[in-house]
């Protein structure tokens, strides 16, 4: 059975940081693409990050670059989003999401995507 279970959100204050950790299990986690989308109240998928099998590789949109940092620890299944320097814009349910082979389109689209996580809450207000 295929999981992935976000956790690490919360409440913070503008300027803020967090780290978000997704355990995953129940497929070969190393060969995967592993991304984080984001939903911010009343919008659309946003994505905000990815990362390619062995971790060299990493995207991001202009809206998070300079500030957040995806990485992945292969021998735990786990993958990890540094938060810094949050602002309200940030705010929204983030997710982590899996692809089999290289998504780099559509992203914003669950569709596009091989297993997705429930999710946790970031709120940056003060």
């Known amino acids: 059975q295929v999981q992935l279970v976000e956790s690490g959100g919360g409440l913070v204050q503008p300027g803020g940081s967090l780290r978000l950790s997704c355990a995953a299990s129940?497929?070969?986690?190393?060969?995967?693409?592993m991304y984080w989308v984001r939903q911010a109240p009343g919008k659309g998928l946003e994505w905000v990050s990815y990362?390619?099998?062995?971790?060299?590789?990493?995207r991001y949109p202009d809206s998070v670059k300079g500030r957040f940092t995806i990485s992945r620890d292969d021998a735990k299944n786990t993958l990890y989003l540094q938060m810094n320097s949050l602002s309200t814009e940030d705010t929204a349910v983030y997710y982590c999401?899996?692809?089999?082979?290289?998504?780099?389109?559509?992203?914003?689209?669950?569709?596009?995507?091989?297993?997705w996580g429930q999710g946790t809450q970031v709120t940056v207000s003060s």
């Open positions: 129940g497929f070969t986690f190393s060969s995967y693409w």
């Open positions: 999401a899996a692809a089999g082979n290289w998504q780099y389109a559509n992203l914003n689209a669950k569709t596009s995507y091989d297993y």
């Open positions: 990362i390619f099998p062995g971790g060299r590789t990493t």
